[in-house]
C-alpha cells in the first residue's frame, strides 16, 4: 500500500508541480511569439487573446489597415 502512495504522490508531482515550475513557455510571450503579455495594450497595439495570467492580455503590434480606434 506504501508504495501506491509514493506513486500517487509522484503522478500528482509530474502533472502538476513540474510543469508550473519548470515550463519552457515564456510567460511574458504570446501568440506563437508574436505578442507580449500586458496589463492594458498601447495604442499601437490590439488585444487578441489572453495570457497565462488572468490579469494580463495578449498585445500584438497593428498593421497598418487597421484603424487605431
Known sequence: MKIFYYLLHFLCYVTFILPATC???DPDRCSK???????RCLKSEKHI???FSPSKVCCVARMF???FS
Open 65 to 67: 489597415e487597421d484603424d
Open 23 to 25: 515550463t519552457l513557455v
Open 33 to 39: 511569439s508574436y505578442g507580449h503579455c500586458r496589463k
Open 49 to 51: 487573446d489572453l495570457c
